[in-house]
């Protein structure tokens, strides 16, 4: 098979994260974790498929070596895609036209995988000499909560993790982390004709949005990575009250942050407590990612022709760097294509992919 007809392959197997509303009954990554384990068992490798949720599996190999005790590199792309929901063509006709494949996932990130997959088929008999040990591994959930990253971090140890996504064959050493933050404010209902004797939980809310915007945006803006830039802060969802003639009792807000590397943002929590008493926070998210760039892997991947680069998006990479193992994301294919209503890789850009990891597995032989 050529890369563009693997590629073609999994983009007709649907595995829509089912987080949200995935516009499609086919979700889950089952059906497409069973075809890579064939895959890869047919390739050489030992392949076994670890449940992560309930009817949702990583697909876990690696090939033969001919001695213990190598270092572990592995190969880590996502199998979920996000929703198809408003797709303007066939979400998983995986069609080739006009020098192109088109299909939901065709970019992010089942056309990295496939560049992977050739390569690693077609190196298959020198694998085993190699002084490093290659282990491949579909993750589930990326797209949402990154269950699959996170499971198979705590069950092994890696020396160094290449997350695939489309980065143009650039090396994402570094990434934005991202955080929601979730608020909530409380007040007392009661007829709004009299709203004194109330009090109004969306003015709370009114306040502590104030405060984002006046203090913690501008403190955002101080905060400089010389590769990704400054922190982002965004209040993306907001809803409050239960009808127009009554004072509202609760309030919620969403807030999207993007971190940079290092940064603290406890104190933002600390910060609107200390604004509008009785606020209530939470968050969750991603971290940011930072994998030193003189790394003897990353040199290697320049050598092959891939220069380091950083990216406002977060991916699984981070998650294995969390459990201190060098980490970047790289594969062929451009963001800019990714989650579209018409998702689609180029052939060109596939080919190139495919023939960049043959060339960086023989470069592990020098």
Same mark, same amino acid.
Request: hydrophobic share 40%; proline share 8%; net charge negative.
């Given at each position: ?131 490093? #040990? !290659?282990?491949? =591994?579909?993750?589930? +959930?990326? $797209?949402?909560?990154?269950? %699959?990253?996170?499971? *198979? ?116 929590? #600390? !910060?609107?407590? =200390?604004?509008?008493? +009785?606020? $209530?926070?939470?968050?969750? %998210?991603?971290?940011? *990612? ?77």
């Amino acid at each position: 098979m050529t890369v563009s007809e693997i590629a073609s392959e999994l983009v007709r197997i649907p595995s829509v994260n089912p987080d949200g509303d995935p516009g499609t009954p086919h979700t889950g990554e089952t059906a497409c974790a069973e075809w890579l384990a064939g895959f890869l068992a047919d390739a050489g490798a030992d392949s076994e498929l670890r449940e992560v949720l309930p009817g949702r599996p990583n697909v876990v190999a690696n090939f033969p070596t001919d001695r213990p005790g190598k270092p572990r590199i592995l190969f880590a792309p996502h199998t979920d895609t996000v929703s198809v929901t408003g797709m303007t063509i066939s979400p998983f006709g995986g069609d080739v036209r006009d020098g192109k494949l088109w299909g939901r996932g065709a970019t992010d990130t089942k056309g990295p995988m496939a560049a992977m997959l050739w390569a690693l088929r077609e190196a298959a008999p020198m694998l085993s000499t190699l002084p490093y #040990e !290659i282990w491949f =591994a579909g993750l589930v +959930g990326e $797209e949402a909560g990154q269950h %699959g990253a996170k499971a *198979l971090a705590a069950q092994e140890a890696f020396d160094f993790v290449i997350a695939g996504e489309p980065t143009e064959l650039d090396v994402v050493h570094t990434h934005k982390g991202s955080a929601w933050l979730s608020l909530r404010t409380t007040g007392v209902a009661c007829h709004a004709s009299k709203p004194d004797a109330g009090e109004n939980a969306i003015y709370k809310m009114c306040a502590a949005i104030a405060c984002l915007r006046s203090e913690i945006i501008p403190s955002f803006d101080a905060l400089t990575n010389p590769d990704l830039g400054h922190s982002t802060l965004s209040v993306g969802i907001i809803s409050g009250g239960s009808k127009v003639n009554i004072v509202p009792d609760s309030c919620e807000a969403t807030v999207d942050i993007r971190t940079i590397p290092s940064q603290d943002i406890a104190p933002i929590s #600390e !910060i609107l407590r =200390a604004r509008v008493p +009785g606020i $209530e926070t939470s968050v969750r %998210g991603s971290a940011p *990612l930072f994998t030193d760039p003189s790394h003897p892997i990353i040199r290697r991947l320049e050598s092959c022709g891939a220069k380091p680069v950083g990216a406002p998006w977060f991916c699984d990479a981070a998650i294995f760097a969390e459990h201190g193992c060098p980490a970047v994301a790289l594969g062929p294919g451009s963001i800019a294509q990714a989650h579209t209503c018409d998702e689609f890789i180029a052939i060109a850009d596939l080919d190139a992919g495919a023939r960049f990891f043959l060339a960086f597995l023989a470069a592990l032989s020098s």
